[in-house]
């Protein structure tokens, strides 16, 4: 098994009430040059984690940092009216999210949980990611702070 250091959560940036299916996830990764879907685990609005790429093989799902890392996506992650990124996660979305990063932090307890977002370059070198720094909003919320305690 590779080395596992980081997990990051991804949202689709799809409107919240759109349906997206892996396959679909998997179609359009396939579309941008990828052998399939890019992340590990998607969760939909119901709550359900289906299985993405095996967790043995690197994803495609962050710039540079694929090789140690694990990524979880959920679906959402857009306004479903105005199509601005807001947090969408439904309590479904929110309780099997936290579930998997408590289960995945058992397995790989020296790895770090943050979101998209958060590996954006750190462009001033002040040792963090400020929000005008961010290269996306993925995955609209702050993951960093919320799963600190897993
Ligand atoms: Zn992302």
């Known amino acids: 098994m590779r080395k596992i ?11 919240s009430n759109t349906k997206v299916t892996i396959e679909d996830l998997t179609q359009w990764h396939k579309a941008r040059g990828f052998k399939t879907i890019g992340y590990h685990f998607v969760i939909s609005q119901n709550g359900v984690v289906h299985n993405g790429r095996p967790l043995s093989d690197i994803g495609a799902h962050v710039e540079g940092m694929n090789a140690n890392s694990i990524g979880i996506c959920y ?11 807001e947090d969408t996660r439904t309590p479904a979305q929110k309780e099997s999210l936290l579930e998997l990063l408590s289960q995945l932090k058992r397995v790989y307890p020296g790895a770090k949980i943050c979101g998209h977002r958060d590996c954006s370059p750190d462009t001033n070198h002040n040792g963090k990611i400020d929000k005008w720094e961010y290269l996306k909003d993925c995955p609209c919320f702050d993951a960093i702070p919320e799963y600190e305690h897993l």
């Open 5 to 15: 250091n980081l997990i990051v959560v991804h949202c689709t940036a799809t409107r």
């Open 75 to 85: 679906i959402g992650g857009l306004n479903d009216k105005t199509s601005k990124p």
